[in-house]
């Protein structure tokens, strides 16, 4: 089954603990992406990646950090959480070729940081 | 700044009737426009697409038109079903995938 496949689902930390949130593709798609969707705000881009070792800023990228080393992974990972970081994230992918296709999503990963 | 507004209160519909939900725009010269279903808590699920030079899209029960000239796209759904219950989203893209831009959505409620 085509899928992007996030984890953890859940998270609860606390302030400056690092964390990494795994994000993973089967699709073979180029275009991936990190958003977080707050109450009243929608879903905001953080950082995406045309393709391996080719990333980008987002609308809201600092505290944020990524990495494409292979084209099915694209991890988000906060070196030092904060309370304002807590939310609903999701990564989604895309094939920039197949222009009739939006993005696949994943199921979401809800963090809370304390 | 570009803006990108859908209606924030919630659209309740009788089932059997046609749900329309519109999605404007300002300060945004879109090449696309896309439309997504969100139920509580999940990623939001692709629908449909349409170009700046498409003025309607169909799939099923779902229309979509995009008038660039009013800066709106109307997303249709005729003969609703309880199962539409949902929040839609919309979405403007400028011209790659590297700049897509999410309206907040709007709720739909299909009444039996």
């Known amino acids: 089954e085509a899928q992007v496949t996030q984890n953890p689902r859940y998270l609860i930390t606390v302030t400056g603990k690092k964390l990494t949130v795994t994000c993973s593709q089967n699709m073979n798609h180029e275009y991936m992406s990190w958003y977080r969707q707050d109450p009243g705000l929608g879903l905001r881009q953080i950082y995406y990646s045309m393709n391996v070792e080719v990333t980008d800023k987002g609308d809201v990228p600092e505290g944020y950090k990524v990495s494409r080393k292979e084209k099915r992974n694209f991890p988000l990972i906060l070196e030092s959480p904060s309370p304002n970081q807590t939310s609903l994230y999701f990564c989604?992918?895309?094939?920039?070729?197949?222009?009739?296709?939006?993005?696949?999503f994943g199921s979401g990963t809800r963090l809370t940081v304390v | 700044s570009q803006k990108i507004e859908q209606n924030s209160e919630a659209l309740n519909i009788q089932e059997g009737k046609t749900a329309t939900l519109t999605c404007n725009y300002t300060n945004y010269s879109p090449a696309y426009l896309q439309w997504y279903r969100q139920d509580p808590g999940r990623g939001p699920v692709f629908l449909l697409l349409i170009r700046e030079n498409e003025k309607e899209k169909r799939k099923e029960r779902l229309k979509v038109t995009f008038d660039t000239t009013l800066k709106q796209s109307l997303f249709h759904i005729t003969a609703s079903q309880p199962a539409d219950s949902a929040t839609y989203l919309c979405?403007?893209?400028?011209?790659?995938?590297?700049?897509?831009?999410f309206g907040i959505g709007t709720k739909l409620q299909v009444i039996p």
């Open positions: 979405a403007l893209g400028a011209g790659g995938y590297q700049k897509v831009t």
């Open positions: 989604a992918s895309t094939d920039p070729s197949r222009t009739r296709e939006g993005y696949t």
